[in-house]
Nanobody, 122 residues
Framework: QVQLVESGGGLVKPGGSLRLSCTASGFTWGSLNIGWFRESPGKAREQIAA???????TFYNDAVKGRFFISTDHKKTIFLDLTNLEPADSGVYHC????????????????WGQGTRVTVSS
């Protein structure tokens, strides 16, 4: 079955950058789409970005477009580069298999990892 493991989170000062990694296994490359979402206390789950493993089309939440960048090594890892981080970006970042029938608006994840925590200090 699909397994996803996130890494790369940590403590960073406002304006800083991080690279998050999502290592995926248990599926045929090209059969699923991978997305990132984040969670924090008091906030609803927020979509970040997604990428298809067939064609590598990308999708971004307008709120982070231009600051966050999704990419892949085309093998088993999906990256999320976070730049110009703000305290509001703090939270647990998860990667998961996402249905993209309606783009990020679908907000339908079938499987996701435990997440990696990003803390942006003030």
């Amino acid at each position: 079955q699909v397994q996803l493991v996130e890494s790369g989170g940590g403590l960073v000062k406002p304006g800083g950058s991080l690279r998050l990694s999502c290592t995926a296994s248990g599926f045929t490359w090209g059969s699923l789409n991978i997305g990132w979402f984040r969670e924090s206390p008091g906030k609803a789950r927020e979509q970040i970005a997604a990428i298809t493993t067939t064609g590598y089309s990308t999708f971004y939440n307008d709120a982070v477009k231009g600051r966050f960048f999704i990419s892949t090594d085309h093998k088993k890892t999906i990256f999320l580069d976070l730049t110009n981080l703000e305290p509001a970006d703090s939270g647990v970042y998860h990667c998961g298999t996402i249905q993209l029938t309606y783009g990020l608006a679908s907000d339908i994840y079938d499987t996701w990892g435990q997440g990696t925590r990003v803390t942006v200090s003030s």
